[in-house]
């Protein structure tokens, strides 16, 4: 019984640290006055998302993803929309440095004996997804998702499945309840 337990927690310790190395924080925003029910095609905004500065690998990724998760919601591409999809991304890249003094043989402080001077640095790339929702009618924002997480995959192959991941939690509120809108920074 006792090993049951401790595998038991040792998959939970697991589990919980994989999660929070790929967690994706999710805010969106709407206008609380259109009715979203409405809506039943999408195309993209082709001029807005060659202005990305991506490679478009990454816009395909990106494009081919969000037009899954819209057909799964019951939207259809169509010539003559009712929703234009853009999209804009930023990066940012965070330093951290550690100057510390580490010894092996002393306890306290005696300075320059048994001292050992040392710097530990290492650096995390992080991003920001925004999908812009476009009413074509008014030419009004009606809808706005913003993804922010690690740029990094632990595999390189999987990099489709770090970008479907992104859009997947995006999309995840998308239409919008009243009491899930969260302001945007």
């Known amino acids: 019984m006792k090993i049951f337990n401790q595998s038991i927690l040792l998959l939970f310790l697991t589990g919980l640290i994989l999660n929070s190395c790929n967690s994706i924080k999710v805010y969106s925003d709407f206008d609380s006055e259109v009715d979203f029910d409405k809506y039943q095609s ?48 930023k990066s940012s890249e965070n330093i951290y440095i550690d100057n510390s003094y580490y010894s092996p043989y002393n306890i306290g402080w005696q300075p320059y004996y048994g001292r050992n001077y040392r710097r530990v640095s290492h650096t995390t790339s992080e991003g920001a997804l925004y999908i812009d929702i476009i009413d074509t009618k008014s030419k009004q924002l009606v809808w706005q998702g913003k993804g922010i997480g690690s740029l990094l995959s632990s595999n390189k192959i999987n990099r489709d499945e770090l970008v479907d991941n992104y859009v997947f939690k995006i999309l995840s509120v998308y239409p919008p309840i009243a009491a899930n809108a969260v302001e945007l920074e």
């Open 42 to 89: 999408f195309a993209f905004y082709k001029t807005g998302i060659d202005e990305v500065e991506i490679s478009d690998i990454d816009k395909k990724r990106i494009l081919k993803s969000i037009e899954k998760n819209l057909i799964q919601k019951g939207m259809t591409i169509s010539e003559k929309p009712d929703l234009l999809i853009n999209i804009s991304t």
